[in-house]
Nanobody, 125 residues
Framework: QVQLVESGGGLVQAGGSLRLSCAAS????????MGWFRQAPGKEREFVAA????????YYADSVKGRFTISRDNAKNSVYLQMNSLKPEDTAVYYC??????????????????WGQGTQVTVSS
């Protein structure tokens, strides 16, 4: 069983930064795709960023490209989301997700097999 635990959310002013962490346990993740999604009140969950664990290849939503950076630490079995130049519209619950194998698809939440509990990010204007 894979477990994902997010941390690092909080309240920040617009223009500020936060770093989210996702600690993964239960499996060897070398073949996994790891992703970050977010869900704002009244909206559907949306893709933010993803990384292929083995190659380190990264993918971003257009809305965060150039501001957010996804990375992973193999030794710590952890994935991170560095968020800079935050905007009020980035306010959401952020979820870490894991897909057991790379299929070439990463944008939809149904592509992922495991999910964390979420961490709240609030950006004030």
């Amino acid at each position: 069983q894979v477990q994902l635990v997010e941390s690092g959310g909080g309240l920040v002013q617009a223009g500020g930064s936060l770093r989210l962490s996702c600690a993964a346990s239960g499996r060897t993740f070398s073949s996994y795709l790891m992703g970050w999604f977010r869900q704002a009140p009244g909206k559907e969950r949306e893709f933010v960023a993803a990384i292929r664990w083995s190659l380190g290849t990264t993918y971003y939503a257009d809305s965060v490209k150039g501001r957010f950076t996804i990375s992973r630490d193999n030794a710590k079995n952890s994935v991170y989301l560095q968020m800079n130049s935050l905007k009020p519209e980035d306010t959401a619950v952020y979820y870490c997700a894991a897909a057991q194998r790379w299929t070439g698809r990463y944008l939809r939440d149904y592509e992922y097999d495991y999910w964390g509990q979420g961490t709240q990010v609030t950006v004030s204007s």
